[in-house]
């Protein structure tokens, strides 16, 4: 069974058609961007697999379960345990430090334990700036935080929104390494974003196109 | 680490790392409460200190005898243990006899009293010159002052004679003595002494006739006159012209006159009465009726009427209000202690009229505070909510529900209560001790009940006022963080 399976999936705003009947499968341990530019509805099949929207057709089934009918206080549920966001720009509670910022994702998902977000930290290489506040932190330290705080409950699936947009190149090759190593633990990943390069580093890439699926590229040259 | 430590870490570092924005929202819970318990304060404390106000305006219960007869020293202080001490600002007696000027025999009403007392219970005396401070000194009023001519330091020779009290009722009664004189031959007086037995018939009599003629009038002074009139019931019929001797005519005619013009009199002795010379020390000017009195120590009091501790009246200045006034006066009839207490309701019922409007206008003030302090709180909640809508949004996505964003939202707020509640119920006090020293001339003391309260109702006030701008951060959209909105 898929991880993540759409079926005929629909988004319609009025007279727009965000998603326009789309059917994508993402197995379990899959590490698959997806791309489109602007208006291609990559932001409306982001909210829909990240539980905060739902379609207007179709099934989205997500671990088993039709994600597509819940209330939004299940989604939210489902969210808080089955998913691990990361943003284009970071998202840190800008008052607490970055161990109190992993410390938060524990607090909504069961109990805070600072040991642990502090491993987490220390598996993104930021050990040492735990006691930070996101203000005293450059731009890719803060995505890193990040990465540990969606990876800190062991979600079944990590959802990233445009991850390295914010980021210089060397700091872009830093997130990309950490997807890499996620990747090889087994952590299914869905990017999405609109950066060529990013999208080579997965293992596919969907492609987005007026709502539709223009075409699917397997990157060949994965994992070399 | 629990939730419950996460959760008070969260909160703590939003109010800790986001000082300026909470500063504004602390600052306005505290300045509401700091007025709020200000006004709590002083409205809880108008009473005592507007009744203190009250009591310059004079005594406000009077004590007199319940048998219309006179006050003692000792139901009086039973009377004052009813009220309780603490409660009594003062009490000054008043002895009320008519005296007499020796050189002009002018009458006038001479007063005992405690001038300490008057001080308090009758604060507007205006006194030119000074209380008097030691014995045989006088404090007069300014009316006597001008009829009599005296000044400051004038000694003023009075005299009392007990006699005068019974003038008035000065009839025959059974048991009584009588004494009376009238003219006799040449204009020189004849004297009678007579005492009536309970059937009001004449028991005994003396008679001084030693200034008439010795061979005619100065017969009568001899036993076979006067056993005339023994068992005779009195007054003597009148024109009963068998007691008329011939050759005294003149003086058996007088003694007649002076039988029936004799008055009563307790106790032959006072007749004299006591004549005291007294300094002015004082001149009082009230407006009122005092002004025609003299007043004394209770010590020259005694001395000049030979009688000790007793009163007319008792003047009271108590504190409290109408009810509690009212409540002394029903145990004080309870207790029978001899002595009736009166309201002197000018003075209690405006006391109470102005203390319930004083206090509907500091109610009306603190409701108006309350509501002020909400729209302000919940202002800038509001403005807090909006500032930190992506940090909701974060929230939401990580998996916050409805109920923890509410929680944690209503956290702060009442964190902030709490906060802004210590600091209002502390300078709330400093507040209300500004108002009570310039306004009433007076401290008041801290009631530690009041902290709680305050903190307890900021807090509430606090949460009342998040209740909208909770509403407004729940309906924020998780998605909003995606993208770079």
């Not at chain 1, 079926?7 to 379990?28: F, M, P, T």
């Not at chain 1, 161990?99 to 491993?119: G, K």
């Not at chain 2, 009166?342 to 003030?365: C, D, G, H, M």
């Amino acid at each position: 069974m898929s991880l993540l399976e759409i079926r005929n999936v629909s988004k319609i705003y009025g007279e727009l058609k965000a998603l326009d009947n789309v059917s994508i499968k993402v197995e379990q341990g899959e590490w698959v961007a997806i791309m489109g530019p602007s208006g291609s509805g990559k932001s409306t099949m982001m909210n829909i697999i990240g539980c905060m929207d739902k379609p207007s057709k179709g099934e989205v089934l997500l671990d088993g379960v039709d994600i597509s009918k819940e209330s939004s206080k299940k989604l939210t549920e489902i969210r808080r345990d089955k998913i691990g966001l990361i943003f284009q720009q970071f998202h840190m509670v800008n008052y607490l430090t970055a161990v109190e910022n992993v410390m938060v994702s524990q607090y909504y998902h069961s109990m805070p334990d600072e040991e642990e977000a502090l491993e987490a930290l220390g598996r993104v290489g930021l050990r040492d700036r735990a006691r930070h506040l996101p203000s005293q932190l450059s731009g890719g330290e803060q995505q890193r935080v990040c990465v540990a705080r969606a990876l800190i409950n062991h979600p079944e699936l990590i959802l990233a929104d445009e991850p390295t947009g914010n980021l210089d190149e060397a700091n872009e090759n830093i997130v990309l390494d950490l997807f890499a190593q996620l990747h090889k633990e087994g952590t299914t990943l869905i990017v999405v974003t609109h950066d060529p390069e990013v999208a080579e580093a997965a293992q596919r890439t969907i492609v987005l196109e007026h709502g539709r699926v223009a075409r699917e590229i397997i990157n060949e040259n994965f994992g070399k | 680490m629990t939730k419950r430590k996460m959760f008070l870490r969260m909160i703590t570092a939003s109010l800790l790392r986001r000082r300026s924005r909470m500063l504004v929202a602390l600052l306005s819970i505290g300045i509401g409460a700091t007025i709020l318990s200000g006004l709590v304060t002083i409205y809880y404390d108008v009473p005592r200190q507007m009744g203190a106000q009250f009591r310059n305006y004079g005594a406000n219960m009077i004590l007199v005898s319940q048998d219309t007869g006179t006050l003692n020293a000792q139901s009086a202080s039973d009377a004052l243990e009813v009220i309780g001490t603490d409660q009594v600002i003062g009490a000054t007696p008043y002895r009320y006899v008519t005296a007499q000027f020796v050189r002009s025999q002018l009458s006038f009403v001479a007063a005992g009293t405690d001038f300490d007392q008057v001080q308090l219970t009758s604060p507007y005396f205006v006194v030119d010159g000074a209380y008097p401070s030691g014995p045989r000194q006088v404090l007069i009023g300014k009316q006597v002052a001008e009829t009599v001519g005296a000044k400051l330091n004038s000694v003023l020779e009075i005299t009392y004679k007990p006699s005068q009290k019974f003038v008035s009722g000065g009839e025959a009664v059974p048991g009584a003595t009588l004494v009376g004189s009238a003219e006799g031959f040449n204009t020189n007086p004849v004297s009678v002494v007579l005492t009536l037995d309970d059937q009001m018939k004449i028991a005994s009599m003396e008679l001084d006739v030693s200034t008439q003629t010795e061979e005619y009038g100065g017969r009568l002074g001899d036993e076979t006159y006067t056993k005339r009139f023994i068992g005779r019931a009195y007054p003597l019929e009148e024109n009963d012209e068998t007691d008329v001797l011939s050759g005294a005519t003149i003086t058996s005619r007088a003694v007649l006159e002076a039988i029936s013009t004799a008055q009563v009199t307790d106790n032959a002795t006072a007749v004299t009465g006591n004549t005291m010379s007294m300094q002015v020390a004082g001149i009082l000017d009230t407006g009122g009726k005092e002004e025609s009195y003299i007043f004394m120590s209770m010590d020259d009091m005694a001395a000049l009427t030979g009688e000790k501790d007793l009163y007319d009246v008792m003047e009271l200045s108590v504190s409290g209000t109408a009810d509690e006034l009212a409540g002394y006066v029903q145990t004080m009839e309870e207790k029978d202690l001899g002595v009736t207490a009166r309201l002197v309701k000018r003075i209690t019922n405006s006391e109470t009229a102005v203390l319930s409007k004083l206090q509907a206008l500091v109610f009306l003030v603190t409701a108006v505070v309350l509501v002020l302090t909400m729209i302000c709180v919940s202002t800038t909640m509001m403005a807090v909510v909006t500032e930190r809508r992506k940090e909701i949004g974060l929230r939401k996505a990580l998996g916050a529900s409805d109920d923890s964003i509410r929680v944690e939202f209503l956290g702060e707020g009442m964190f902030l209560g709490a906060l802004g509640g210590v600091m209002g119920a502390l300078l709330g006090f400093g507040f209300a001790q500004i108002v009570s020293v310039n306004v009433f001339e007076s401290s008041i003391t801290f009631q530690p009940l009041l902290l709680p309260i305050t903190v307890v109702v900021s807090m509430v006030i606090a949460a009342l006022s998040c209740l909208w701008p909770i509403k407004r951060a729940v309906q924020i959209d998780p998605a909003l963080v995606l993208k770079g909105e």
